[in-house]
């Protein structure tokens, strides 16, 4: 007993120096992949399709540079330090017209950009919730307050949507925040109005607005 007990004990001091050799071996990049993949894991791990093939997939840093931005963007949100850029299709949450943004997180807020133009100045202490759904789409709504300041929540549709949404949950410290719903969401369309978004699976992907007036992702 005494002998395997004394064992044991060796086992697990040299698999915690095998760790810790692990661990200061790593890049500085390499861990905070794997600090942002947790966070993944236990946002989405078993609940949204696509997951697991999302796995092998590296995280960006960013997918545009900072002086991809339109100089006048630079100049409105200066003092605040830019963390990720990446284009997203926004849609209008009335008509939901279709419209090519970027999204902009810094380490404050989220800005919905067009070109030159802030459309919308989310602020991260003010974030009410992060929807995705379960199924393969990449699309994503910030819920935000109904006050003055806000038009109403953001839909977008991202290509990358495990290390979008993980980014803004990480930036935001809201990870709790982050839901993956089945079925439909309902969001804020903005002055006490409220839609829906429906998620359904078909043939070919697509995002289209019903004879019910809903948002449709297939």
């Known amino acids: 007993g005494f002998l395997m007990q004394t064992s044991e004990m060796l086992r697990k ?3 915690r120096n095998l ?4 661990c200061r071996g790593l890049t500085a990049e390499r861990k905070v992949q794997l600090q942002q993949k947790v966070v993944t894991s236990a946002v989405f791990s078993g609940k949204k399709e696509g997951y697991l093939e999302s796995l092998s997939q590296p995280f960006l840093e960013t997918r545009l540079k900072e002086n991809d931005l339109n100089p006048k963007v630079l100049q409105l949100i200066r003092g605040e330090i830019i ?15 279709a419209r090519e943004r970027l999204l902009v997180l810094t ?36 819920h935000v307050p109904e ?17 979008t949404v993980t980014k803004l949950c990480i930036l935001a410290n809201k990870q709790s925040l982050v839901k993956v719903v089945k079925g439909s969401l309902r969001f804020r369309v903005g002055s006490g109005k409220e839609g829906t978004m429906v998620f359904t699976v078909g043939p070919e992907p697509q995002v289209f607005k019903d004879k019910t007036g809903q948002l449709t992702v297939v």
């Open 13 to 15: 001091i040299c698999m």
């Open 19 to 22: 760790v810790r050799k692990y």
């Open 83 to 97: 963390k990720y850029v990446t284009p997203v299709i926004k849609y209008d949450r009335n008509g939901f017209k």
């Open 107 to 142: 380490q404050s807020s989220a800005y919905v950009v067009e070109m030159a133009k802030i459309k919308q100045k989310i602020e991260y202490s003010t974030l009410k919730g992060i929807s995705t759904s379960n199924l393969s789409d990449g699309i994503v709504v910030i």
């Open 147 to 163: 006050d003055n300041k806000q038009k109403g929540d953001v839909i977008l549709q991202c290509e990358h949507i495990f290390e």
